[in-house]
């Protein structure tokens, strides 16, 4: 009988209300009830209960002055939160949970707590998944950890792809590249601004593209890398309007050691009708009469 949750809250609800026979909140017995009732409830597979009794033992620990322990009830409310599938709520109790985290000072469980929120919502609500990818990217690159930002950064790349927004993937990649140069990870580096040329390109966006590849030769080592010379090689193939060369490009080796996500887009290159871009390069490359020049 002691064990039924519902009394377990009931119990803890009036430990820590003032009454005229209770004087002072007693948050320590209190909190030690939500956390055996949100137990209980989760094992019921209660959910919505389980959720509330996690948000008050959460509060507990607050109270008891322990972020830590605040923070890994919030986690557990945000499960819950997920199984009911409200993911506004999941959102909301991740972003609590790091923010908890990062009182304790831990840079690393406050990110992975907005990276495991990023995962729980990537296919209710993928827009905001990439949102708390992001923020766990910031708080690690905050924390000097840039090289433990990467695999979040391709996460919010990867799911930028799914909602074919080529354009925000291929910004996740540069800032994964930006990123990489911090920690002196230069192969890191090269592979995510040829996987942002590809992306480019398979958006059908040649001058992105050519844009994209002209500022990441501004860095040597991009410039001189196998990753550096196949982007060259793949923009003067769409130059050229070759579509064998340019398939061929895309199966190269240098290709297949990408991420797979990026692998899988390159083999479907070209994605349209190349010779617009080879009549484009000529246009550009046609110099305009000077008036002046009458030599």
Sequence with gaps: MGSDPEKLISKADKLTKLSFTRWSIDWKSATGLYEQAANGFRVAKSYE???????????????????????????????????????????????????????CGRAQPASDALGKGARALEDGAPDEAVQLYT???????????????????????????????????????????????????????????????IVYLYAHDFKQAEKCYNDCCQVDVFMNSDQGRCAGKLLSAFADGDVEDIKRVAQSSTVSNLDHMIIKIARKLPTGDVSAFKNEVMKDNEEPLDEDDLT
């Excluded at 557990?76 to 997920?82: D, F, G, R, V």
């Excluded at 993911?87 to 923010?99: C, L, Q, T």
């Excluded at 080529?166 to 140069?181: K, R, V």
């Design 135 to 197: 923020e766990a990217c910031a708080i690690l690159e905050e924390d000097g950890k840039e090289q433990m930002a990467f695999d979040l950064y391709r996460d919010a790349a990867r799911v930028y792809l799914k909602l074919e927004k080529y354009e925000d993937a291929a910004t996740i990649l540069i800032s994964l590249a930006l990123a990489a140069d911090k920690c002196n990870a230069t192969h890191s580096q090269c592979k995510a601004y040829l996987s942002a040329i």
């Design 49 to 103: 209960k389980a959720k509330e009794a996690f948000e008050k033992a959460s509060k507990g620990q607050e109270m008891l002055s322990s972020p830590w322990d605040a923070a890994k009830h919030m986690e557990s409310a945000a499960t819950m939160a997920k199984e009911l599938g409200n993911w506004k709520e999941v959102a909301d109790f991740y972003r609590r949970a790091s923010e908890l985290y990062n009182e």
